[in-house]
């Protein structure tokens, strides 16, 4: 896949930030290290250089990247009084971050969207898409060396944390050269990667364990063991008391058993919303699947919300998955 930058260069992408005096920044629903660690990285950056910062996301924030410099500063409501400049970050589309914002705000706003999904819908007055970035941070770093920010411990922390979580410490299909050539320049300004590394992927809370014990006792396998099926219902998160974001990584026990091709984890949330996560092993495009229930993400993980009863959407997927895999086969 060659270099499918989009829309905009980085160096014009950062001319057009540096004129701006403030910024309201956003990030996507079920915030990960990734889309925070990157938020916030930019944030510290713009308010070194003199800038006004505010800094939004809508969901509740993971407690294992509450250590993440800045993130006290995250606000969960949006207010009606924007400023005139929005940066999206890691959003492939603009109602990843709210609805009511796409529809009340951004006719009237600058936005910059920067985002490495290949799903992103160049939503933004400018655009600044790299599909072959591992992390948006890798993204960030790019554009604060463009902007000759000098890399605080602060900013390495959010972005060292926005590239292991995207690229699983660096054992994704996504990670490149790149990966390790930024995580290595950031890792020079001291940090303390065993803490990090412990905080993000070693420690558990009760609650994460017992949730872990409940999608693992759930676990089918179908199609020749082909395709792995993990769904968590209301009553899974009520019995373990764990909240929604803690099922962060669990599809990937579904990906990993050997011979699985497709996984997919299905989560029942409070409002009756289906949320779906899917992986791929070797060759399967989970991104084109999830554009069929009005998601996206990238090829080998991607996702999508499904409005129907938790049995039905199930059905829905893995009919999908059934389909995509026969698909690919007779190809
Ligand atoms: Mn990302």
Redesign the pocket.
């Known amino acids: 896949m060659g270099s499918k930058t989009r829309a905009n260069t980085l160096k014009q992408f950062a001319l057009n930030i540096r004129e701006v005096p403030e910024a309201a920044l956003f990030s996507h629903v079920s915030p990960?290290g990734?889309?925070l660690g990157?938020m916030l990285a930019l944030g510290i950056a713009l308010e070194s250089m003199g800038k006004k910062v505010s800094y939004y996301n809508t969901s509740p924030l993971p407690d294992n990247l509450k250590f993440l410099p800045g993130i006290e500063r995250i606000s969960r409501s949006i207010p009606e009084d924007l400023p005139a400049n929005l940066i999206f970050i890691?959003c492939a589309e603009a109602d990843r971050v709210d609805s009511h914002l796409v529809n009340n705000c951004l006719p009237t706003r600058t936005i910059f969207n920067i985002?490495?999904?290949i799903s992103n819908t160049l939503y933004g007055t400018y655009n600044y898409v790299d599909v072959t970035a591992a992390?948006?941070?890798e993204i960030i770093y790019s554009l604060l060396r463009e902007l000759k920010i000098s890399i605080t411990k602060e900013i390495a922390i959010n972005l060292y944390t926005?590239i292991i979580t995207?690229t699983g410490r660096f054992s994704y299909s996504n990670t490149t050269a790149k990966s390790f050539k930024i995580a290595a320049e950031l890792v020079k300004t001291g940090i303390d990667l065993v803490a990090i590394n412990n905080i993000l992927f070693e420690r558990k809370s009760l609650a994460q364990i017992r949730l872990l014990h409940k999608a693992l006792s759930n676990l089918v396998l179908l199609k020749d063991g082909s395709i792995a099926v993990i769904v968590l219902s209301k009553e899974d998160f009520a019995e373990t008391s764990a909240e929604e974001n803690l099922s962060e990584g669990l599809v990937n026990y579904a990906r990993n058993i050997e011979d699985v091709e497709a996984a997919v984890l299905l989560k029942e949330l409070d409002n009756d919303e289906i949320k779906v996560s899917l992986r791929s092993n070797s060759w399967l495009d989970v991104n084109k699947v999830a554009s069929k229930f009005g998601g996206g993400g990238h090829i080998r993980a991607a996702g999508c919300t499904i409005n129907l009863p938790l049995s039905e959407a199930t059905q829905s997927v893995v009919l999908a998955l059934e389909e995509a895999l026969k698909h690919g086969r007779n190809n």
């Open positions: 990960d990734d889309c990157s890691d985002d490495h999904h992390a948006t941070g926005a995207d």
